[in-house]
């Protein structure tokens, strides 16, 4: 499990409470240790408290942006280093390797977990539900590089392409989205 959070939450978090260590999977300013959720390198009962900045409390929202697996999607995808494999189940503990690339994963976890709330009763996260999917991207985000460096689109070009997405995206986006965002709440039980 990674856990990330910006350098700036730290930054005023750490201005209250100086005796915190702050972890995260890739070096940021303001960090005190580079280190994945899976492999920490401390001894054991090394810290009195763990501190989560903004769990969820009943009502509260997950809001997660992944890479949407669309019959489009899926070809833009299959050029990406990371893999595309709908056959495995999401809410399901899998094999930890110690030894892997911490960016190495599957891009259709998200687009899996919301297929697993949509078929399924919640029997693994029972206070959490689906609240809704939105389909984006199915002009400007493939087009600018995604998070390249590069892009293929004009800046002058980027309004007038969402007006487009927004017009075209709800009849269109099940086929072509390329990237959704979903919301999940935790309800009392």
């Not at 903004?54 to 280093?81: F, K, M, N, Q």
């Not at 297929?115 to 996260?125: G, I, T």
Request: hydrophobic share 40%; glycine share 4%; net charge neutral.
């Amino acid at each position: 499990m990674r856990c990330r959070a910006n350098s700036r939450d730290w930054r005023w978090f750490k201005a209250y409470h100086d005796d915190i260590v702050s972890t995260d999977i890739v070096q940021m300013p303001n960090l005190d240790i580079v280190c994945d959720a899976h492999r920490l390198p401390f001894i054991p009962e090394s810290f009195l408290n763990v501190e989560a900045i903004d769990v969820l409390p009943v009502g509260g929202r997950l809001i997660v942006v992944e890479p949407a697996i669309t019959p489009v999607s899926r070809c833009i995808y299959a050029l990406h280093e990371e893999s595309i494999d709908m056959t495995v189940d999401p809410l399901e503990d899998g094999m930890l390797t110690f030894d892997r690339d911490p960016f190495e994963a599957n891009q259709a976890i998200g687009t899996l977990i919301v297929q697993h709330f949509q078929k399924e009763p919640q029997d693994k996260v029972p206070k959490l539900r689906l609240l809704s999917r939105i389909w984006n991207g199915l002009l400007v985000y493939p087009f600018s590089g995604g998070f390249r460096t590069w892009s293929l689109l004009p800046y002058w070009l980027v309004r007038p392409l969402r007006c487009v997405e927004k017009r075209f995206t709800p009849l269109f986006g099940k086929l072509c989205a390329t990237r959704m965002l979903i919301v999940f709440e935790k309800y009392q039980h």
